[in-house]
């Protein structure tokens, strides 16, 4: 079982609609959740950080935690084209002795204008 | 405004060369890390230093990668030798780590650099 695990897609949704992606962890004792946005040939950049149980929200971006499903959402409202991009979902997990931020592979999405 | 910046941008060697990234981290942050991005793999950690010091490589095929930090603004990587499987984008990104966590909330990622080894 991988760590972190994403739906690798592409996720395509039409333009104005909500586009929902979603990750699992396999490290119960994880605190700490991150989603980051990559363009293509580009860097990945930090979207989101939530840290308690339930829905943090920001602008259009809203991160959903349920840690005892082990689950972390991104949800993005009134999606745009400029929202096309991959999503890597980033959580910290403690490994020897060091904490690391651990990705998952990334969603592809896609927005239909 | 603050980046990290990388060199080269583009590299394309031959198997069995040294291959030599440079990272400059963020003015001010004490944590560094290289990560490797492929299709297959995903994104990858491979070192990470706070402070100069290598907290972990464990990531890092240690017989032929080595990562340094000389100074607080230059982060190496070197591959020797390089091979084709190495080819990858090689992404350094810092971050400042207050209070005794042990990791950056935060990571800034510098622009890569895309390394093909023929």
């Known amino acids: 079982q991988k760590e972190v695990e994403q739906n690798s897609g592409p996720l395509s949704v039409p333009e104005g609609a909500i586009a929902s992606l979603n990750c699992t962890y396999s490290d119960r004792v994880s605190q700490s959740f991150f989603w980051y946005r990559q363009y293509s040939g580009k860097s990945p950049e930090l979207i989101m950080s939530?840290?308690?149980?339930g829905d943090k929200e920001d602008g259009r971006f809203t991160a959903q935690l349920n840690k005892a499903s082990q689950y972390v959402s991104l949800l993005i409202r009134d999606s745009q084209p400029s929202d096309s991009a991959t999503y890597l979902c980033a959580v910290i997990r403690k490994i020897q002795g060091a904490q690391k931020l651990v990705f998952g592979q990334g969603t592809r999405l896609t927005i239909n204008p | 405004d603050a980046r990290v910046t990388q060199t080269p941008r583009h590299k394309v060697t031959e198997m069995g060369q040294e291959v030599t990234m440079r990272c400059q981290p963020i003015?001010?942050?004490?944590?560094v890390f290289w990560y490797r991005q492929t299709m297959m793999q995903g994104l990858e950690l491979l070192a990470y230093f706070r402070n100069r010091a290598p907290l972990d490589d464990s990531g890092m095929p240690k017989d032929r990668f080595s990562a340094e930090m000389p100074d607080a603004t230059l982060a190496t990587l070197k591959i020797q030798p390089s091979e084709p499987r190495d080819s990858a984008v090689y992404f350094c990104?810092?971050?400042?780590?207050?209070?005794?966590?042990?990791?950056?909330?935060?990571?800034?990622f510098g622009p890569g650099t895309r390394l093909t080894v023929l």
């Open positions: 003015l001010g942050h004490n944590t």
């Open positions: 990104a810092s971050g400042l780590v207050r209070d005794g966590r042990g990791v950056t909330d935060t990571q800034y």
């Open positions: 939530i840290y308690s149980n």
